[in-house]
């Protein structure tokens, strides 16, 4: 089944405990994608990918990392969490970006919870 | 810049009522128009998609979306809702290398 699955899909930490976020697509897509997805705000682009090794910022990278160093997966890293980015997190993925004409394919989400 | 308005927060229709979600969009270039939607707890499902063509296009669930040029509008309908279609609701634009979401629009069903 083509999909996005993303772990863990519910994680509690305190402040400054590095995570990882991890993204995996089996659709052999080279655009990947991550989001935060805020009440009122809606969703926001934090890092995105073209193809391996090759990453760009969205609009809210403050904070956050991410590698490609395999085409099926993108992680997200936080190395020192802070409340602000309690949030629920998107991974996505595309053959090529949307821009160009492609729906993205959403995995399930992970909601993050910094304290 | 590109973006992406969606001037409902919040729509509460009754099942069985029509329903129109409205979004209008900012862009430059012929733009390619999305439509997805959120459950519950869910990730987030493309509904629909408009690239070049016929303006009014057909998707998933029953629903349909009309591009407007003229109004810089991307309109998504439903002759009669289910309570099954109480969600958020996000258009998008795609812009170069990204999609820009607009912030959503909450749908509640009145049984």
């Known amino acids: 089944e083509a999909q996005v699955t993303q772990n863990p899909r519910y994680l509690i930490t305190v402040t400054g405990k590095k995570l990882t976020v991890t993204c995996s697509q089996n659709?052999?897509?080279?655009?990947m994608s991550w989001y935060r997805q805020d009440p009122g705000l809606g969703l926001r682009q934090i890092y995105y990918s073209m193809n391996v090794e090759v990453t760009d910022k969205g609009d809210v990278p403050e904070g956050y990392k991410v590698s490609r160093k395999e085409k099926r997966n993108f992680p997200l890293i936080l190395e020192s969490p802070s409340p602000n980015q309690t949030s629920l997190y998107f991974c996505?993925?595309?053959?090529?970006?949307?821009?160009?004409?492609?729906?993205?394919?959403f995995g399930p989400g992970t909601r993050l919870t910094v304290t | 810049a590109q973006s992406v308005t969606q001037p409902d927060i919040h729509i509460t229709v009754s099942e069985g009522a029509s329903l129109e979600l409205r979004c209008n969009y900012s862009?430059?270039?012929?733009?390619?128009l999305f439509w997805y939607v959120q459950s519950p707890g869910q990730g987030l499902q493309l509904l629909l998609k408009?690239?070049?063509?016929?303006?009014l296009v057909q998707g998933i669930k029953g629903f349909e979306a009309e591009f407007k040029r003229s109004q810089s509008s991307f309109n998504l309908r439903k002759p009669s809702v289910h309570w099954s279609d109480a969600a958020e609701y996000f258009c998008a634009v795609g812009a170069g290398d990204k999609i820009i979401f607009g912030k959503g629009t909450r749908l509640h069903i009145l049984p």
């Open positions: 996505a993925s595309s053959p090529i970006p949307s821009g160009k004409g492609y729906e993205q394919y």
């Open positions: 659709m052999n897509h080279e655009y």
């Open positions: 862009y430059g270039a012929t733009p390619y």
């Open positions: 408009y690239f070049s063509g016929d303006t």
